[in-house]
T-cell receptor
């Protein structure tokens, strides 16, 4: 079975500082990994994905994530946080060995960026 | 790309009533997904369509829930005999394939009173 863990319910960071939102996963085969962001009363918006290739992937709004197979992690990062980055962030995984087609999402991490 | 549309945005219903939600995916996307999200939680998978075929259903999807995608375009999700525990945001998403991300709609927020 595929699963995702986001160990932090909330991350607080000052504007201009680097941010990291953590994600670890569990799969039987190889993972397809995704990050989404959700603003209040809205659906989820795609940020970036890892399918194969370079372990560092870049996405929307200056976000990037690093795939680490040995640590089964896919942490989301940004060099300099903005107040407007404050939102709910979800990591998701699909197991390539799984016959199913759905993504499994983590419980989410609330990012608070303070001026 | 007009995005994924969901209707209605909000629905308040009395316990025991039936409700139906509609999702219009991006036209080029043959895969359509329904998820449920409760406050402060991540989305939970409900069901998946590839074209008009419903290929997967979660154990969360009790027999009170039914979903259709009759012509491989829009989809409906019906909940019969609603219960207070059904109160949640119901999210629809569509996708081109396994290596593509989902595009989500804005969701339908259901409140059962």
């Amino acid at each position: 079975a595929q699963s995702v863990a986001q160990p932090e319910d909330q991350v607080n960071v000052a504007e201009g500082n680097p941010l990291t939102v953590k994600c670890t996963y569990s799969v039987s085969g190889n993972p397809y990994l995704f990050w989404y962001v959700q603003y209040p009363n809205r659906g989820l918006q795609f940020l970036l994905k890892y399918i194969t290739g370079d372990n560092l992937v870049k996405g929307s709004y200056g976000f990037e994530a690093e795939f680490n197979k040995s640590q089964t992690s896919f942490h989301l990062k940004k060099p300099s946080a903005l107040v407007s980055d404050s939102a709910l962030y979800f990591c998701a995984v699909r197991d390539t060995k799984n016959a199913g087609n759905m993504l499994t999402f983590g419980g989410g991490t609330r990012l608070m960026v303070k001026p | 790309d007009t995005g994924v549309s969901q209707d209605p945005r909000h629905k308040i219903t009395k316990r025991g009533q039936n409700v139906t939600f509609r999702c219009d995916p991006i036209s080029e996307h043959n895969r359509l997904y329904w998820y449920r999200q409760t406050l402060g939680q991540g989305p939970e998978f409900l069901t998946y369509f590839q074209n008009e075929a419903q290929l997967e259903k979660s154990r969360l999807l009790s027999d009170r829930f039914s979903a259709e995608r009759p012509k491989g375009s829009f989809s409906t999700l019906e909940i019969q005999r609603t219960e207070q525990g059904d109160s949640a945001m119901y999210l629809c998403a569509s996708s081109r394939g396994q290596t593509y991300g989902y595009t989500f709609g804005s969701g339908t927020r259901l409140t059962v009173v």
